[in-house]
């Protein structure tokens, strides 16, 4: 297996990019994808560290995830979803 890790900085800076987790999973869970995007070099990423999380609601006003972004990057955690997101 290849790495495709070397392609983030150029996806971060050209295109809009969201990479979502689920709160409950265990196999990839928040703390590994925060340290993963924590490693990868792009010019957002000192803005993306010091982003607030915010909460994501829905028009119900009922809580769905948290949400952080700088530039075009975006990472949500869905509130509740284990390492199957949709389900």
């Known amino acids: 297996l290849k790495s495709v890790r070397p392609l983030f900085p ?3 800076q050209k295109m809009k990019v ?3 987790v689920g709160q409950m999973d265990v196999l990839w869970g928040v703390p ?3 340290a993963w995007i924590r490693e990868i ?3 957002g990423r000192d803005q993306y560290l010091n982003a607030t999380r915010v909460v994501w609601k ?3 006003n009922q809580i769905y995830g ?3 972004n700088a ?3 975006w990472q949500v955690v869905v509130l509740g979803a284990g390492h199957l997101v949709p389900y």
Do not use: C, E, H, P
């Open 66 to 68: 948290y949400a952080r």
């Open 71 to 73: 530039k075009n990057f």
């Open 18 to 20: 969201m990479l979502y």
């Open 10 to 12: 150029t996806l971060f």
């Open 58 to 60: 829905g028009s119900n």
């Open 41 to 43: 070099d792009w010019d």
């Open 32 to 34: 590994i994808q925060q």
